[in-house]
C-alpha cells in the first residue's frame, strides 16, 4: 500500500557537483574505478544501438561474498566526493557493494539539468551496470537495488518493466533490480508505475522537483501491485541529503540545502527498505 510519511525537519537541497578524479586514499571505503559497456538498445527497425563505455566506482565489504548490490544514480550535475564517500560508507557498512555510475564523464558534458538529453542513454548505463555485477563472482545478482538522486531516482523509478523503455533494452536474463530508492525524484516525468518496491523521500520545499507531483502520481498509479511508499519532510528543500550543501546555495536559480535531521532519517528508512527487500 502506497503512503504518505511526514517527518519533521528543516531545509536542504543537493545535486551531485563533479568535483575532480578521486584519490582511494581519502575514503574511509576504498573506491576502485572500473568501466563497463551501457546496455544496447534494440530499435523498432530492427537495427542496434550500442551503450557507451561507462566509468564507475565500485566498494565492496570485506570478504569473499555474494553480497547484494546497490547501483548509485547521480543527479543532473554530477557527483560530489563528500556525497559519494557518505553514500558509500553508509551502504558498505550495512553490507552492500556498491556501484556508483558516472553518466557525465564519458559524454563530456558538465550536467543535464533541464535538457533531458540523457533520459535514454542513463537506462542504458543502470542495466549496463546491473550486467557488469551480474558478472562478479562476490555479487548476489538476484539481490541489486538502484538509488537514485533527482535525474537518477527518475532512472530508478523507471527501472522495471512497467516501463516501455525499459523493455527495448537487453539485458542479463540471471539478474533485475528488486527494488529502487528514490531521493527528490521528478515524479511529474515518471512513467507507468513501478513493478518493483519503491520508496521516494522528497521535502515540501523542493523548488526542482515539486513533492506534491509525487503525491499526485501515487494516487494516480493507485495500490495495486508491490509497495510504493512515499516519505515526504516538510520544510525540506532538493538534495537534503548532500552534506556538502550546508549551508545552503541556489544554483541555476532554485535553492539546495543539506538537512541533517531529514538525512539522518532517510539514511535510516533506506537501510531499513534495503533490509527487508534485499537480504
Not at 536542504?12 to 571505503?29: E, I, K, N, P, S
Not at 569473499?64 to 556525497?83: E, Y
Not at 533485475?176 to 507507468?192: I, Q, T
Not at 503525491?215 to 537534503?240: N, R
Request: overall charge neutral.
Amino acid at each position: 500500500m502506497p503512503r504518505t510519511v511526514t517527518f519533521p525537519a528543516a531545509i536542504v537541497l543537493t545535486l551531485w557537483f563533479v568535483v575532480g578524479a578521486l584519490t582511494a586514499d581519502a575514503w574511509a571505503t576504498p573506491l576502485e574505478r572500473v568501466e563497463f559497456e551501457g546496455a544496447t538498445q534494440r530499435l523498432i527497425s530492427g537495427g542496434l544501438i550500442q551503450g557507451d563505455r561507462v566509468p564507475a566506482y565500485l566498494a565492496k565489504p570485506e570478504g569473499a561474498g555474494p553480497f547484494p548490490a546497490v547501483i548509485g544514480l547521480h543527479g543532473c550535475a554530477g557527483m560530489s566526493d563528500t556525497t559519494k564517500r557518505k553514500l558509500v560508507d553508509e551502504l558498505v557498512g550495512w553490507g552492500y557493494v556498491v556501484l556508483l555510475v558516472d553518466s557525465l564523464a564519458t559524454r563530456s558534458i558538465d550536467h543535464d539539468c533541464f535538457k533531458g538529453i540523457l533520459a535514454v542513454a542513463r537506462m542504458a548505463d543502470a542495466l549496463g551496470a546491473l550486467a557488469f555485477l551480474a558478472k562478479q563472482s562476490f555479487i548476489d545478482p538476484g539481490r541489486v537495488a538502484a538509488v537514485g538522486f533527482s535525474k537518477g531516482a527518475w532512472t530508478a523509478l523507471a527501472l522495471s518493466e512497467s516501463n516501455s523503455s525499459f523493455k527495448l533494452f537487453d539485458r542479463p536474463s540471471n539478474s533485475k533490480f528488486r527494488a529502487a530508492v528514490a531521493f527528490n525524484p521528478p515524479c511529474r516525468d515518471a512513467g507507468a508505475r513501478p513493478l518493483i518496491p519503491t520508496i521516494i523521500l522528497i521535502g515540501t520545499l523542493d523548488e526542482w522537483t515539486p513533492a506534491a507531483d509525487c503525491s499526485e502520481k501515487i494516487d494516480a498509479w493507485g495500490t495495486d501491485s508491490v509497495p510504493i511508499e512515499l516519505v515526504v519532510y516538510p520544510g525540506v528543500h532538493h538534495g537534503f541529503y548532500y552534506p556538502e550543501l550546508r549551508p545552503g546555495k541556489s544554483m541555476l536559480g532554485r535553492w539546495l540545502e543539506y538537512n541533517e535531521e531529514a538525512a539522518t532519517d532517510a539514511s535510516r528508512r533506506m537501510r531499513e527498505f534495503l533490509k527487508r527487500h534485499l537480504n
